[in-house]
């Protein structure tokens, strides 16, 4: 793909490149900022790179297995499209470019609460996309459980409830451009705006006082397995397996909330040592290269993530673009997994990564 007649973009570099000189300003500020002084937004990239990774020779890689066992099914890679909020602001078909590209790649989609299409006009429009929902939990349990009920009925497979934001970050770059004008399909009787709403708005709604008994009480009601995302900590992965979660989503919220906190692949080790096979671990946050998968994987993460790339694909050319970025992702881990002689997914482990001597 290329714009313009410019070279073809072959990296997800690439991508956001054009992003950054293409994308409108409330767009590019939303999208592209981070909490604070941005500094475990860099670092969710840096730390990756920070890993060397050790290959195997001679095991014969002729043939490639990405596929992976998450929440006991097996899945064709280990990418998933990240839950991201307002995709209107980046393109007007918005979630549904998103999802069709979801399904052309077999990758499964994490539906924000706060997206600007609802969880039943998205399953109607593509049903053929495997989803989950992401779920903010409203002060209003009423609408929070009405929500529920409606991503189950309408064929999403797990329920993401994401615990870091109990109150909305320090994002300078929004502040500063007064992002606005943004609207949510699926969550209007829980918030009703009366002109042009901010991110801050909609986190009014948001319970600040979330606890790990309104954790259980998800689990045991919710007809969905439940994941909890925002873990960064041995102790609160132990307190997930406790209340009985069936996975975690390692995540700093892509650094939009509370700055100088580790980033994705410095808090994984810990978090998977503490809970081992008994929870489903996925990790998110600065994954840009087929080869930061693979180290995730390697570290014990079963899956991951991808947010603000997908973002820059769907701002660039909707459902095309958003493809495009998961196909060269996925390119990436095939041609990684040959070259670190791991032709299987699962033959990943740590004795594939160190310490990089140039970290």
Known sequence: MSFDGSPPLVSLADYERVATEQLGEQAASYIFGGAGEEITLRDNVAAWRRLALLPRMLVGAGRRDPSVELLGVRRPHPVLIAPTAFQRLTHPEAEVATARAAAATSTIMCLSTLASTSPSALADAVPEATRWFQLYVFADRGVTREVVAGAAEHGYEALVVTVDRPVLGVRERELSSQVRSLTVEGVTDAFKSTGAATPADFTAVIDPDLNWSD???????????????????????????????????????????????????????????????????????????????IKALALGARAVLVGRPILWGLGLAGAEGVQRVIELLLAEVDNALALMGAPRAGDLDRTMVARAPWG
Do not use: C, M, Y
């Not at 978090?271 to 996925?282: R, S, T």
């Open 215 to 293: 954790i259980e009480r998800f689990v045991a009601e919710s007809p969905l397995p439940v994941l909890v995302k925002g873990v960064l900590t041995a102790g609160d992965a132990r307190l997930a397996l406790e209340h009985g979660v069936a996975g975690v989503i390692v995540s700093n919220h892509g650094g939009r909330q509370l700055d100088t906190v580790l980033s994705g692949a410095d808090a994984l080790p810990a978090v998977v040592d503490a809970v081992g096979d008994q929870l489903d671990v996925l990790v998110d946050g600065g994954i840009r290269r087929g080869t930061d998968v």
